[in-house]
């Protein structure tokens, strides 16, 4: 469960937040999930039809509306890999959130399929790796490979953008000293400060791709522990600020090992969509580590603290 919240001040930025590396908890996922494991979402068929959930949200900015009325979320896409229905990834999320509605006594969240929040889950080496490793699959030999090969193509893409960021600091340096660039090198910079943007975030989404590789490594031969898990792994959740205003963008799974440990990732997710930061114990929902199925006292402290009203 990540919470990105960089501030590129080099260029500007407003700070993209991106979300935790979550720890799924619970027990492990033995074969193929059955619908019957979950609690059925309030929802009806006709709102399932994948045609209600074709917005691309990614970037779309949503008003958060603070605690006065509910978050309104709704479900993006869902890789295939995962094995997920989108019936038993809103029951997941249907139980996330009412772990906050509980703590905080009123209703915080509500499914909308048209809401530009979405939760979106998003397949890489992470959840490939958890699935070999459920289904008894490792390959270690292979997976050292994958990650020398990643580790190798983030190498040499920072360096790359390191040479280009400078020759467009420098750029940039230069023209400020004459008082500004003609409209045409504005253009030029503005794009190409864009196109670094993008790059650099590239370039972030790897490092999470490659701590995962390097768990599974080392932690060959076990089977995976919600204790064992490497931080900031299983989601992310995206925010943006506006001033002093936070909005949230999307949230993403990556990981999960078991239905309990998805309810966690999203709880976890969904505490950060309402601006809710980590918590120091470990018992907390919000801990930045694995950690616990129900609000904890830091939780409620926190909850209070972004949800005023909250009790
Ligand atoms: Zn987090």
Known sequence: MRMRALVLVWLGLVGVAPGCGGAARGGALAGAPREGDLTEPAVDDAQLRPDTFGYGAHGRELAVVGCDA?????LGTID????????????????????????AGRPMFRYSPRSAFTI???????QEMMNARLAGRDDVAEVRRRHAALAAEHDAALA?????????????????QQG?????????????????????ARL???????????????????????????HLL?????????????TTLHVDIFMFRSWDGLAFVLAHELGHSLGMDH?????????????????????????????????
Request: aromatic share 8%; net charge negative.
């Open 204 to 230: 972030d989404g790897m490092l999470p791709r490659l701590e995962a590789l390097a768990f599974f490594i080392n932690s060959r031969g076990r089977t995976p522990d919600p204790t064992d898990y490497p």
């Open 70 to 74: 509910p978050l309104e979320y709704a």
């Open 279 to 311: 918590v120091v114990s470990e018992d907390a929902i919000m801990y930045g580590p694995p950690a616990s199925a129900a609000p904890s006292a830091d939780d409620h402290v926190e909850l209070a603290r972004v949800c005023p009203a909250a009790r």
């Open 80 to 103: 295939p890999r995962f094995g997920l229905g989108r019936k038993q990834a809103l029951a997941a999320l249907a139980r996330a959130a009412a772990r906050w509605e509980r703590a």
């Open 160 to 176: 790359a953008y390191e040479v280009r960021r400078q020759a467009y600091e420098a750029t940039v340096a230069t023209w400020n």
């Open 234 to 246: 299983a989601g992310e959740t995206t925010r943006v600020a506006h001033g002093a205003t936070m």
């Open 120 to 126: 979106d889950f998003v397949f890489d080496e992470r």
């Open 180 to 200: 500004g660039a003609p409209p045409d090198d504005k253009r030029a910079l503005d794009a190409e400060k864009q196109r670094l943007r993008a790059e650099q």
